[in-house]
């Protein structure tokens, strides 16, 4: 009798997956339409999608980049047959027309050379601190752009922001002679109060006095002519980079065992968090005139961005904070046992610990604190929302609303986005994890 | 700090009080306050010589004082002939009324985008990624803009209700107009009528007494449901088998109010077009309607992300633990899961909620009167008393989101983990 069990002696060679588990096919069923509920929310999302899309579409792709008045867009528009609200199609002339004044203001347009150069530098200034790659020479750059902006931005004689910024020069030689000859403390006065005094009583005289003997300037700005984009990047920009530094500061004193100096802290932090950015706005310009001494009136744009800096340090003094009291308690306690004074402790171990796990929430109020510079409109400000009101007095595009806003959108989202993808990219990069 | 030395038998010395560690933070305290107290004592100074300057010394007569403005969207009667307090009083009660409205929207959407975002729907994750993204990095005054020129420009004019444009929705009862939306208001045929309290004064205010009677009944239903479910626990403890609740909690809520509504003759009001507006029902103007749409919407995509991180945060072992015991999915939801996501929710979400409260000051941008709009906008105008206003409207806000912090505080004490 012949052996009928059967045993395989070759192996089958391996088949693809059915064509409903693997490539497009197979990546729609297990990611869309796996059971019912998935499949029904997949067709109200997409029902969603499309329509908005459907609307939106026609209206974005619409041939008006050359008319020059809203109704020569109209004129266009109804000769293609198109109709709806708004005409049936963007106007996008009026960007093509005002979008040098979206990004400068009234800034002269024959000097638009110098708020452009600013920001190329601010670029240059900003790569040591972004990127490990860029330059460490580029860090003097850093130093000193503060003073180059202001100076290429408003212009003016060149000798005032020379001479504020040799007040740390002279910061930094009474620190190093009075260090040698009277010991560290007296060097730690010393290079607080001269600066002071250089400022309060120096800079203005000397600065014109050597105006006066080299007259080396560039036509003066006025402040009123300053909007767009550039007044939101300068406001912004400020608060930024002013803001971090005194935060970390106001969060070491909230966290400080002197209670005279926290409880400073804690008031100043709370009162702050505690109201509306638009009424520290009120206060830079209606109340600050009246807070300092009789006459003395300094210009609305340098008062927004105190208070807008203000504002800020409050917030990221809060998230340093976090930072600070997430990190493990032994890491103070080794800093202490190594012998190290506070402010070694703070600089070498302390602070790059805390800052790193704070980065999202630092970034999150940097993105904040850019956003709300468009508060500065409510106060007559002249920032990107401002000037749309202003495009709009304008006979000529008198109605237009969605092109404007949805361009200014556009700008803010790209500022902010780019900001978050860095914030990103820095927590990969500082990861030290596994 | 390697070797502390025994303190000096000399005595105090005065150079301790800058080298000795023991003196020196009392020194940088006394420094320090001595200059903050000259830095207050020279604001101060400044402002009464500038104030001097001005022939305005600050008082506050003009609270009193008739405020002659208007304001068009209010909870309490209030005409131009009142005083300037009141007109305060009217704008802090709608930045109230805006923040509750906008905090209740945003939480409820903020929670059903933050789990979508979760969703294994690749095309509904994505969605929400976008709208998160959308809405978290363009400004809230720009979005503010945006929804009242909505609101404005598309939504039909009243007129166009007559000549059949435009319909009324949901049965002829909400009309939706460029001006704002009207909805049907809640009409009592037998009712208690209100009582008016605080007589003629600036601070006076009338109470609805059938809505003080329908909340009693509510609250004394709500406590026996809650009788009810202790019952319940306590059953099963004792026998392990838990008795059917649901239908008498719910009607225990339900039934007396429905029964109190009907023998105050509840009937609602509903909007009818009168001339070349609508009449009758609760009138929501535009501003309104735009900063409660746009406020809702921004702080739902902050609270999406608190939620998201939230549900993320718990340890995926705690609901693989609960499905080894033989818990139900949706048990292990609300007794696992969500307590210990909500730990870490909640607190964000409560900053979010004082972020909404701070951004309804915006309002001033479409003129919808609040706080900012009436003291702090057409009273400091009119009276041009800047310091007072301004600082006063500064103090509101910050009692409110003191009033907040503490609840958050007090939230955070009482769900915080008791480690050893």
Known sequence: ?434 | MTAIPDPSKQGFKFSQLLYDTRYRSMTIQIVSLIAILLFFGWLISNTAANLATLGKPIQFKFLGEPSNYDINQRLLDYTSRDTHLRAGLMGLINTLVLALMGCVTATILGVAIGVLRLSKNWLVARVMTLYIELFRNIPVLLWIIIVFSIMIETMPRPNQFRSGEAAMKLFDSVAITNRGVYIPEPLFNGGLGDIFLLGESSLRFGLSLDLIAILIVLFVGLFISKKIKTNADFIQNETGVRPTTWWKRLSIVILPIVITLWALGFHLGYPELKGFNFKGGIYLRNSLIALWIALSLYTAAFIAENVRSGIQAVAKGQSEAAYALGISPGRTMSLIILPQALRIIIPPVISQFLNLTKNSSLAIAVGYMDLTGTLMGITLNQTGRELETVLMGMAIYLIISLAISTVMNWYNNSVKLVER
């Open chain 1, 1 to 434: 009798m012949a052996d009928l069990s059967f045993v395989r002696k070759e192996i089958i060679p391996q088949r693809a997956a059915p064509l409903s588990q693997t490539g497009i096919i197979g990546w729609f069923r297990k990611n869309m339409f796996s059971d019912i509920p998935n499949t029904i929310l997949t067709i109200i999302v997409g029902y969603f999608i499309i329509s908005i899309l459907g609307n939106i579409l026609p209206w974005v792709f619409s041939p008006t980049w050359n008319s020059v008045s809203l109704t020569e867009c109209r004129g266009i528009l109804a000769e293609l047959g198109r109709s709806g609200h708004g005409g049936g199609g963007a106007c996008w002339g009026v960007i093509r027309e005002r979008w040098l004044q979206l990004l400068f203001g009234f800034y002269p347009s024959e000097l638009y050379w110098r708020p452009i150069l600013a920001f190329v530098l601010l670029g240059l200034a900003l790569a040591p601190v972004l990127f490990d790659k860029a330059s460490r020479k580029l860090i003097y750059l850093t130093a000193i752009y503060p003073f180059l902006c202001f100076w290429l931005i408003w212009g003016g004689s060149i000798w005032f922001p020379v001479t504020v910024f040799s007040g740390f020069i002279v910061a930094y030689l009474g620190y190093v002679y009075v260090n040698k000859a009277f010991g560290s403390l007296a060097g730690v006065i010393a290079s607080i109060a001269l600066p002071v005094l250089w400022w309060l009583f120096i800079t203005s005289p000397l600065s014109i006095s050597l105006h006066s003997i080299m007259p080396i300037g560039s036509e003066a700005i006025e402040s009123d002519r300053l909007g767009g984009f550039m007044l939101a990047v300068l406001i912004g920009v400020t608060g930024i980079a002013l803001s971090l530094p005194i935060g970390i500061l106001l969060a070491l004193g909230r966290q400080s065992n002197l209670p005279i100096l926290k409880a400073v802290c804690v008031c100043f932090i709370e009162f702050i968090r505690g109201v509306p950015l638009i009424t520290l706005l009120f206060v830079a310009s209606t109340l600050l005139n009246i807070f300092l001494p009789p006459g003395s009136n300094f210009d609305l744009i340098l008062r927004v961005m105190i208070m807008v800096t203000l504002f800020a340090s409050a917030y990221m003094a809060e998230v340093v904070r976090g930072g600070l009291a997430a990190l493990p308690k032994g890491q103070y306690e080794a800093a202490d046992s190594l012998g190290l004074d506070y402010w070694k402790a703070q600089r070498l171990i302390i602070m790059p610990q805390a800052l790193k796990i704070s980065i999202p929430g630092i970034v999150s109020t940097f993105i904040g604190l850019f956003k709300d510079t468009t508060l500065v409109s409510i106060i007559g400000l002249l920032d990107p929302l401002g000037l749309s009101t202003n495009i709009r007095a304008d006979m000529a595009w008198n109605g237009i609303l969605w092109e404007l806003y949805g361009f200014v959108g556009l700008i803010f989202f790209i500022f902010c986005f780019s900001m978050s993808r860095y914030s990103m990219y820095l927590e990969r990069k500082l990861a030290t994890g596994h």
